[in-house]
């Protein structure tokens, strides 16, 4: 009996034939489930991930810059990753919640109590959603120091703008299920916002809370959208962001932006037309000296160059690494720190200070300086308005700061602006908005 076998697909490559492990997965059973051997081949690897579902939502092959941590520090990866823990940590807490206001509070009490593990995912749970709001805004501010929502991203950099505002409305509406004097005065704070909008102001409160104040209308509402309509709304955003991000060449190379736009104004070139070549904006462009021999008989071969890795195994291992460094993360913060609860809702007594969660807190330090109307809505939506219209605005092609001051200059002030008022509303205020120093006394809402 011969002791190597040789793949149909890859006839050149022999895998040993004895083994258990090699006989398991030469059998039918095992080729049911993976189509294709593992064979360590430029060839294998591409069919391996033709073959495989996880794998096949991944590029075959990547700019080998991708792999660089401060290319993207991996924040989106994150993000989605966070999104994936928050995802099963929620369906875990909805065995035990009922939406109502005379049952929500108990069921968080009984999670401390007699379900397995409950108060440790429901400390998960809220860890990763203040992480996840955390790591969206600063996906945001790198793909936008790096450029990259300029042309062929315009569209991705709107559809980011819709997932962040969908990730606030997420934390916004688990905010209130716990049914305790904090979340039920955080979104009343939040929710009487909605009250200046202009003309449909009223309405438009009414809609959202089912009501004058909040009451069971308001908790099955934020329930309804925290469970169903936000998770499948940004699922099916996320899969579009991603399937962009890959058609779009996966990242951007500083030095090549506006490549695209360059390929297609450029004049026609005179015959004979030059070879396909692959964007120069994903490969490059160099010339490779192929060796040096008679003045008569040198022959340069301009072609780009791959610097292109394979996605299985460089990428992918870096993303399992990645995705247990955010579980343990998530996890040890569950560990050491319980998500707060404090005394079971109360409509007619007003906690001091009454603060809404920590990345409103900015918004609500803007509004004890501003009229509401301006403060609670126009200066939001109007930076709101800026972010889904950056793209069309800022039509400069260049990637590095330096080229770009105007643009940089804007973002920055406004982002040093949130980070102030975000502290200042966070950390330095207390009873009545007044100014508290945090050494003296720390009043922080988590
Ligand atoms: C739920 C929220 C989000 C998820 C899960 C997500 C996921 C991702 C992933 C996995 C990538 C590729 C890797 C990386 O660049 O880190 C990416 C790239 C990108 N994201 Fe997001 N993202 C989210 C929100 C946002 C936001 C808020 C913006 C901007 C307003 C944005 C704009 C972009 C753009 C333009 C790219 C392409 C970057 C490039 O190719 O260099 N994303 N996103």
């Known amino acids: 009996m011969t002791n190597e076998t040789r793949d149909a697909l890859e006839p050149d490559v022999a895998t040993p034939a004895h083994g258990f492990v090699s006989r398991l997965q030469r059998s039918d059973a095992w080729r049911s489930m993976f189509r294709h051997p593992q064979l360590d081949t430029a060839r294998g690897r591409a069919l391996q991930s033709f073959s495989n579902f996880f794998l096949h939502l991944y590029p075959v092959k990547v700019p080998a810059r991708v792999l660089r941590l401060r290319y993207s520090f991996r924040l989106g990866f994150i993000v989605a990753m966070l999104f994936g823990i928050l995802t099963v940590t929620g369906v875990y807490l909805m065995f035990v919640y009922t939406p109502s206001p005379s049952?929500?509070?108990?069921?968080?009490?009984?999670?401390?109590?007699?379900?397995?593990?409950?108060?440790?995912?429901?400390?998960?749970?809220?860890?990763?959603?203040?992480?996840?709001?955390?790591?969206?805004?600063?996906?945001?501010?790198?793909?936008?120091?790096?450029?990259?929502?300029?042309?062929?991203?315009?569209?991705?950099?709107?559809?980011?703008?819709?997932?962040?505002?969908?990730?606030?409305?997420?934390?916004?509406?688990?905010?209130?299920?716990?049914?305790d004097q904090l979340s039920y005065w955080a979104v009343t704070v939040g929710t009487n916002l909605v009250h200046y909008v202009p003309i449909v102001g009223g309405e438009l409160q009414n809609l959202l809370i089912g009501g004058d104040q909040i009451g069971p209308s308001t908790l099955l509402r934020f329930y309804a959208l925290h469970v169903a309509v936000l998770p499948g709304v940004l699922a099916m955003l996320v899969a579009v962001h991603i399937w962009r991000v890959r058609k779009d060449g996966f990242a951007v190379k500083r030095s090549s932006v506006g490549a695209f736009e360059e390929?297609?104004?450029?004049?026609?070139?005179?015959?004979?037309?030059?070879?396909?070549?692959?964007?120069?904006?994903?490969?490059?462009?160099?010339?490779?000296?192929?060796?040096?021999?008679?003045?008569?008989?040198?022959?340069?071969?301009?072609?780009?160059?791959?610097?292109?890795?394979?996605?299985?195994?460089?990428?992918?291992?870096?993303?399992?690494?990645?995705?247990?460094?955010?579980?343990?993360?998530?996890l040890g913060?569950?560990?050491?720190?319980?998500?707060?609860?404090?005394?079971?809702?109360?409509?007619?007594?007003?906690?001091?200070?009454?603060?809404?969660?920590?990345?409103?807190?900015?918004?609500?330090?803007?509004?004890?300086?501003?009229?509401?109307?301006?403060?609670?809505?126009?200066?939001?939506?109007?930076?709101?308005?800026?972010?889904?219209?950056?793209?069309?605005?800022?039509?400069?092609?260049?990637?590095?700061?330096?080229?770009?001051?105007?643009?940089?200059?804007?973002?920055?002030?406004?982002?040093?602006?949130?980070?102030?008022?975000?502290?200042?509303?966070?950390?330095?205020?207390g009873p009545g908005w007044t100014f508290v120093a945090p050494w003296t006394h720390l009043y922080l809402e988590l």
């Not at 060796?291 to 301009?302: F, L, N």
């Open 103 to 179: 049952a929500a509070y108990g069921d968080m009490q009984h999670l401390k109590t007699s379900v397995g593990f409950g108060q440790l995912i429901r400390n998960v749970h809220r860890w990763s959603a203040h992480l996840m709001v955390l790591a969206v805004a600063l996906h945001m501010v790198r793909v936008f120091y790096a450029g990259a929502y300029k042309k062929p991203r315009e569209f991705n950099w709107v559809i980011g703008v819709v997932l962040l505002l969908i990730t606030l409305g997420f934390s916004f509406t688990g905010y209130l299920l716990p049914w």
């Open 263 to 330: 390929a297609a104004t450029a004049p026609p070139s005179p015959s004979p037309p030059p070879l396909p070549r692959a964007p120069a904006a994903l490969y490059g462009d160099r010339t490779r000296l192929l060796g040096v021999v008679d003045r008569e008989s040198v022959t340069a071969e301009e072609r780009g160059v791959d610097d292109t890795v394979f996605t299985w195994p460089h990428l992918v291992a870096r993303h399992v690494v990645v995705l247990l460094g955010v579980a343990a993360l998530v």
């Open 333 to 429: 913060l569950g560990v050491a720190f319980a998500a707060p609860l404090r005394g079971l809702a109360n409509p007619n007594l007003t906690p001091e200070p009454s603060k809404a969660p920590w990345y409103f807190s900015g918004l609500q330090e803007l509004l004890s300086h501003f009229d509401p109307l301006v403060g609670g809505i126009l200066v939001p939506t109007g930076i709101v308005l800026l972010l889904l219209l950056l793209p069309y605005i800022d039509r400069n092609p260049a990637t590095e700061a330096r080229n770009r001051k105007v643009a940089v200059l804007v973002f920055s002030g406004l982002l040093v602006a949130a980070i102030v008022l975000t502290v200042i509303g966070t950390l330095f205020r």
